[in-house]
């Protein structure tokens, strides 16, 4: 199966690196912006401390508490900011519970499904208001049967099950978080005819490996009880408004119609702790699973089943039409004002949100306040910076999805970029994806950034020998965050950063300041660097005379997976030649736009170029088109909202990512059907992803056939 996933990284090159350096006034205020005198990690810490003092859902009472409070603080930054709301459709639980029924002579087990407040905690007089752990938009109903053990719930997990001779069809599986996103495991295992799906927590994984390991709070991983809680919605945005606005009195399915749409889950699922898992791994019998299936130290042996543990599933929930506020902050660019440089954090949390979203609000926050004192010593940015802080993220990217379609028009003709930021800090070491002209961007603003561990070296001094994919930048073909409706929906150049990768108390009620000060950043200074390449890259995509674009990398790594593409393709009578041929005409174009670049930055001096302000507005707006280029109106067979014909979400895993995703989804059914029909679906979708990509190569060239 052809799959260029995240996972996927391209290994950063530097034959063909390509300085860009803003006019010179304005490199002395991109200097100031990272320098000692204007970060403050103490300002920071105590944003994030504000931030998380209550657990704050979408919807709820606190999380409008903490949009006033980030609308406070842009605004105190003299930043002209306003709310966006929506009403949209997000759901609750009303009552949940999980049965065991053992072997005689063992009683069932009813558990608790309780996360519990520890000896000391701070925070235990508002964990009362953390949500019953449960998966938003599941099912409601009961489900009744022997368990059978399916690892992560992948696809090819359910491969490895039907070798073995199991079939999970009328059982309950029970999954392992990790690997795929959960909404994927609950799909995956309504595919394969289980009617109920419990996700656990596994110690191999989150609680650091088993054995006499500590955790939170003593340690920093997923206490016993710990739940990993989120959405298992497949879709972006509003389900009830699937690709426009859920604003007031709005056009809206209904729930027979949006359960028609395949995004929402058609049986009960339930997270549940490390220690409930290990208390229905033991009921069940069957087969020994694999190494690569099992525990960690000192768990007790996995085996598939089915049974002959019974588990008795059952969830009810609501769905409510919930006020969501996304907070918005402009400031105006002083020569191309229709021109925007967007910074987006999403604010809601399942919890206390202090890794995630929160390290990355209380950055948003930092990056105001610096660019609000360069303000104030005379810059102004040439291009229009604002400020996003989404809401509602955490049930399936619904803040940005709705405000991107709201403005879907104004956005796809003047964005510039988007800088994201999730998970600002979750751990160590610097990582980075995003679109590739990027790139060299990322970069340069890495080398000038310190690295936080290290004052002796830069950020990008570690990540190059960072032993774990030293240097590497990831793509935004995930569905995992903010990105998604402005990459995969309407084409807009983006990136994202964060230090740290996964963290163990991930979406659980011990992702708190206390969490964070001990063991994600207790200096503060991981959050310094990430507001500091944050604000680096905004700033040089707001001031650069000419936009710091190069879409070289990207044709040479389009070239790279189409030769990924030639052994899935081999002996099918299928013919790649129109893919080769776009790609070597978009690096033809790259190639070019570059000269011009060069030509105009080196025939003139800075002074006489500003003058031909015509010129080099007409390159920057190919320079910014030419990704949105890369979308189809039709989008993705059977996932329209999903235009982008590069990159866009794995069918089977939401947080994975595939180049050519239409020619993988129709490559992985044409594997399955084996027909001629099958196989000229695959033809097709080569001919669209040429056809796009000698879309963007005639944007770059600028000139009509």
């Known amino acids: 199966m052809f799959k260029a996933a995240i996972a996927s990284f391209i290994i950063i090159a530097t034959s063909f690196s390509f300085h860009f350096w803003p006019l010179p006034q304005k490199s002395s205020y991109h200097s100031l912006f990272i320098s000692n005198s204007l970060s403050d990690n103490e300002s920071i810490s105590n944003h994030l401390y504000m931030l998380t003092r209550r657990p704050h859902v979408a919807g709820s009472e606190a999380n409008a508490e903490a949009a006033a409070y980030v609308l406070s603080t842009l605004t105190s930054y003299n930043i002209p900011s306003h709310i966006a709301s929506y009403d949209t459709a997000l759901t609750y639980p009303v009552s949940r519970s999980l049965v065991l029924t053992r072997p005689s002579p063992d009683p069932p087990i009813k558990f608790s499904l309780q996360q519990e407040v520890y000896e000391g905690d701070p925070y235990a007089d508002v964990a009362n208001e953390v949500q019953p752990t449960y998966h938003a938009y599941a099912k409601s109903g009961t489900a009744v049967g022997p368990v059978v053990y399916v690892n992560y719930g992948r696809v090819e997990d359910y491969v490895t099950l039907k070798e073995m001779g199991v079939n999970v069809s009328g059982n309950v599986v029970l999954a392992r978080y990790g690997e795929i996103y959960r909404g994927d495991i609950v799909e995956n295992a309504y595919e394969e005819g289980a009617i109920g799906v419990l996700i656990f927590t596994d110690r191999k994984d989150y609680g650091g490996g088993g054995g006499d390991v500590k955790w939170f709070p003593d340690d920093k991983w997923m206490p016993p009880s710990g739940v990993q809680v989120g959405s298992v919605y497949n879709g972006a945005g509003d389900p009830t408004t699937p690709g426009w606005p859920s604003t007031e009195g709005c056009e809206r399915l209904s729930d027979e119609e949006v359960e028609r749409a395949g995004d929402v889950p058609l049986i009960p699922s339930l997270p549940i702790s490390w220690a409930d898992g290990d208390a229905i791994v033991r009921s069940i019998g069957g087969q020994v699973a694999s190494d690569a299936w099992q525990g960690g130290k000192d768990a007790p042996v996995y085996r598939i089943g089915p049974g002959p ?135 340069q603003a890495a080398k000038q950034v310190p690295d936080p561990d290290n004052s002796s070296q830069t950020v990008y001094d570690s990540w190059i020998s960072s032993t774990d994919n030293p240097a590497k930048i990831g793509r935004l073909g995930g569905a995992g965050s903010d990105y998604s409706a ?179 989804d129709a490559l992985e059914k044409a594997k399955n059907l084996n027909t001629a029909d099958s196989w000229h679906s695959v033809q097709h979708e080569i001919w669209r992803v040429a056809r796009v990509i000698t879309q963007a190569s005639l944007c770059l060239k600028g000139k009509l056939t």
């Open 486 to 664: 402005f990459v995969q929906h309407i084409g807009v150049p983006a990136a994202d950063i964060s230090f740290g990768e996964a963290y163990p108390v991930y979406h659980s009620m011990y992702d708190d300041f206390i969490w964070m000060n001990k063991f994600g950043d207790p200096m503060f200074q991981r959050h310094v660097a990430v507001a500091s390449i944050w604000g680096l890259l905004a700033l040089k995509l707001a001031d650069n005379e000419i936009l710091p674009f190069d879409y070289l990398p990207y044709a040479l790594e389009l070239q790279r997976s189409v030769e990924s593409l030639k052994d899935e393709v081999a002996n099918r009578g299928i013919t790649l030649v129109p893919l080769v041929k776009s790609i070597k005409e978009l690096e033809t174009a790259a190639t070019k736009i570059n000269e011009e670049r060069k030509a105009l930055e080196g025939s003139k001096s800075w002074t006489s170029m500003c003058k031909d302000s015509q010129k080099v507005r007409e390159l920057n707006d190919r320079l910014m088109m030419t990704e949105r280029a890369f979308t189809d109106r039709e989008g993705l067979p059977g996932r329209s909202w999903y235009k982008h014909l590069i990159y866009a979400p794995s069918k089977h895993n939401d947080y994975g990512s595939t180049s050519f995703p239409g020619i993988d």
């Open 309 to 443: 543990g019974i588990v008795n599933l059952t969830y009810n929930g609501k769905q409510v039409l919930s006020r969501i506020e996304n907070v918005v902050g402009i400031i105006e660019g002083a020569e191309e004002p229709d021109r925007f440089v967007i910074l987006g954090n999403h604010r809601d949390a399942w919890t206390f949100g202090a890794v995630d979203p929160n390290s990355g609000t209380a950055c948003l926050l930092e990056v105001a306040e610096r660019l609000w004192k360069l303000q104030k010593k005379g810059w102004k940015p040439r291009r229009t910076i604002i400020f996003c802080n989404w809401d509602a993220e955490e049930y399936g990217l619904i803040g940005s999805t709705e405000w991107v379609e709201e403005n879907r028009q104004m956005l796809a003709s003047r964005v510039v970029a988007y800088l994201n930021v999730d998970i600002a800090v979750g751990g160590a070491g610097f990582k980075a994806s995003a679109t590739p002209q990027l790139d060299e961007l990322l970069i």
